[in-house]
């Protein structure tokens, strides 16, 4: 069961495509998931450019700090986590009944499934911005709020009757409209006035190429421990790029809050003999790219 629900919570890596000019964000990831499993039913994450600094569950029913550098806030604002508690347990509310909208859609009565919201904003470096708001369902898209038009996308058949009730509802749309362009970008300019010496840091990733023989020839280059989170892994032939037969896994955090990314190439051993192969590592902590040889042995590049 749980590896079900985790399966569907892949929705929050894919879905969402950062621009390469993203300097900051600003992002809240609600998940609601059916009862009758070990795992909360509902919690709320809060994240400043990937990296948490809040959380709610519903077992705990509190919202609560998960970074020092957000207690900052107290001061400036103390009913701030009694004023976010009350909107996290609002959420949870609503939650519910989008949940068993959402299954009713669907056709399901029975069984594990997840609602998920990812809502936020982007400030990037030439002073643009961008908000979001989308919903999946099970793993994939279902409906997203469209701020130009300010009505709502179905991602799925499904999604249409909901769609049709949410358009014309515009007191509730542009309210997150207003939000998401404005209210929103200014918290992550005020969150990152509060945690600018942590979210600001650059750490140089350590990078690894290790070749698999079995069960198929494989190539996987690693970075970890690197921060902030964007990084650009690929791959070159003879000092050409390689798109063919790659496939670049989603960027995790470790438990130090950097994080890690590996990127796997299938390439017969022939091809390794004839070839230079190499993998190309880009960091805003690097100086210049970091390249890899492949040998056909382990080699470690910090």
């Given at each position: 069961?749980?590896?079900?629900?985790?399966?569907?919570?892949?929705?929050?890596?894919?879905?969402?495509?950062?621009?390469?000019?993203?300097?900051?964000?600003?992002?809240?990831?609600?998940?609601?998931?059916?009862?009758?499993?070990?795992?909360?039913?509902?919690?709320?994450?809060?994240?400043?450019?990937?990296?948490?600094?809040?959380?709610?569950?519903?077992?705990?029913?509190?919202?609560?700090?998960?970074?020092?550098?957000?207690?900052?806030?107290?001061?400036?604002?103390?009913?701030?986590?009694?004023?976010?508690?009350?909107?996290?347990?609002?959420?949870?509310?609503?939650?519910?009944?989008?949940?068993?909208?959402?299954?009713?859609?669907?056709?399901?009565?029975?069984?594990?499934?997840?609602?998920?919201?990812?809502?936020?904003?982007?400030?990037?470096?030439?002073?643009?911005?961008?908000?979001?708001?989308?919903?999946?369902?099970?793993?994939?898209?279902?409906?997203?709020?469209?701020?130009?038009?300010?009505?709502?996308?179905?991602?799925?058949?499904?999604?249409?009757?909901?769609?049709?009730?949410?358009?014309?509802?515009?007191?509730?749309?542009?309210?997150?409209?207003?939000?998401?362009?404005?209210?929103?970008?200014?918290?992550?300019?005020?969150?990152?006035?509060?945690?600018?010496?942590?979210?600001?840091?650059?750490?140089?990733?350590?990078?690894?190429?290790?070749?698999?023989?079995?069960?198929?020839?494989?190539?996987?280059?690693?970075?970890?421990?690197?921060?902030?989170?964007?990084?650009?892994?690929?791959?070159?032939?003879d000092g050409e790029e390689v798109h063919e037969n790659v496939e670049l896994r989603e960027t995790l955090p470790n438990q130090d809050g950097s994080f890690q990314k590996r990127s796997i190439l299938t390439v017969p051993a022939e091809e390794l003999q004839k070839h230079?192969?190499?993998?190309?590592?880009?960091?805003?902590?690097?100086?210049?790219?970091?390249?890899?040889?492949?040998?056909?042995?382990?080699?470690?590049?910090?």
């Open positions: 069961m749980a590896r079900a629900v985790l399966k569907a919570l892949i929705f929050l890596t894919v879905s969402l495509h950062l621009s390469s000019a993203v300097t900051h964000s600003l992002q809240y990831i609600h998940t609601g998931v059916t009862p009758g499993i070990n795992f909360p039913e509902f919690t709320d994450v809060g994240l400043v450019d990937g990296d948490q600094f809040a959380f709610y569950d519903n077992k705990m029913r509190k919202y609560s700090p998960k970074t020092e550098w957000i207690q900052k806030v107290n001061a400036e604002d103390p009913d701030y986590w009694s004023r976010e508690t009350q909107i996290a347990q609002d959420q949870q509310e609503d939650f519910k009944v989008i949940m068993g909208t959402a299954m009713q859609r669907f056709n399901h009565t029975t069984g594990v499934h997840t609602l998920q919201m990812m809502v936020g904003c982007e400030l990037h470096d030439d002073g643009t911005t961008r908000g979001y708001m989308q919903y999946g369902y099970d793993g994939e898209d279902f409906i997203s709020l469209d701020l130009k038009t300010v009505t709502w996308t179905a991602a799925k058949p499904q999604a249409v009757s909901t769609k049709k009730k949410w358009d014309p509802d515009a007191g509730y749309n542009n309210f997150w409209k207003i939000y998401l362009e404005k209210e929103c970008i200014e918290w992550l300019k005020k969150y990152l006035s509060y945690g600018r010496e942590t979210l600001e840091r650059k750490v140089r990733p350590e990078a690894s190429v290790l070749q698999k023989h079995s069960p198929s020839p494989e190539v996987v280059c690693h970075a970890t421990g690197f921060f902030p989170k964007a990084v650009v892994i690929s791959w070159q032939k230079n192969y190499t993998c190309v590592i880009q960091h805003s902590s690097l100086e210049k790219e970091l390249v890899l040889p492949v040998r056909g042995r382990r080699n470690t590049f910090l």
